[in-house]
T-cell receptor, first 117, second 109 residues
Framework: DVKVTQSSRYLVKRTGEKVFLECVQD?????MFWYRQDPGLGLRLIYF???????EKGDIPEGYSVSREKKERFSLILESASTNQTSMYLC????????????????FGPGTRLTVL | GQNIDQPTEMTATEGAIVQINCTYQ??????LFWYQQHAGEAPTFLSY??LDGLEEKGRFSSFLSRSKGYSYLLLKELQMKDSASYLC??????????WGAGTKLIIKP
């Protein structure tokens, strides 16, 4: 079974703090994603990565950055946390399961519920 | 643009059948996913449809009509543990998933 882990389930930070959210997957997947999930909205893509040291902006990258130094690890960084970044953050990894397809199943970590005070 | 619509909330009775609908608008089509998400937990994969028709997987079935931009998830013999949100998602032209806001399913005894 694919396992995706995230460093914290719950996190409370103060406005202006730098926040690191870590995500690790154990399936040698190349693709990894960071989403945030807010009530009444679908998952929104923040950043994604198709390979080590590679990163691409998603739909809402402002206020965030990412790091992918190793294939299994994808970190999300809030440079200066703000109250509007209070949210559930979900990491996902995706592998090449469907031969000939560009679309594969995403496997999610348990999520980090971040509160910024 | 790209858009996914699904009902916000549905209620059903234990043992019954429920159908959760999803309509989508995308440029191009690369399949449709259904995920289940229990409260406070991560989404987990349920099904993937790329061809028209019904795909059955135990108590859960998923239907797709590409010409109508429509899918539904059918849950039979509902159990209390089926209380969850059900998320519909389709890849965009760059193969990034566009997610619906989810349908919260409440099961009553």
């Amino acid at each position: 079974d694919v396992k995706v882990t995230q460093s914290s389930r719950y996190l409370v930070k103060r406005t202006g703090e730098k926040v690191f959210l870590e995500c690790v997957q154990d399936m040698d997947h190349e693709n990894m994603f960071w989403y945030r999930q807010d009530p009444g909205l679908g998952l929104r893509l923040i950043y994604f990565s198709y390979d080590v040291k590679m990163k691409e902006k998603g739909d809402i990258p402002e206020g965030y950055s990412v790091s992918r130094e190793k294939k299994e690890r994808f970190s999300l960084i809030l440079e200066s946390a703000s109250t509007n970044q209070t949210s559930m953050y979900l990491c996902a990894s995706e592998g090449g399961e469907r031969e000939g397809s560009s679309t594969d199943t995403q496997y999610f970590g348990p999520g980090t519920r971040l509160t910024v005070l | 643009g790209q858009n996914i619509d699904q009902p916000t909330e549905m209620t059903a009775t234990e043992g019954a059948i429920v159908q959760i609908n999803c309509t989508y608008q995308t440029s191009g089509f690369n399949g449709l996913f259904w995920y289940q998400q229990h409260a406070g937990e991560a989404p987990t994969f349920l099904s993937y449809n790329v061809l028209d028709g019904l795909e059955e997987k135990g108590r859960f079935s998923s239907f797709l009509s590409r010409s109508k931009g429509y899918s539904y998830l059918l849950l039979k013999e509902l159990q209390m543990k089926d209380s969850a949100s059900y998320l519909c998602a389709v890849p965009d032209s760059n193969y990034q998933l566009i997610w619906g806001a989810g349908t919260k399913l409440i099961i009553k005894p």
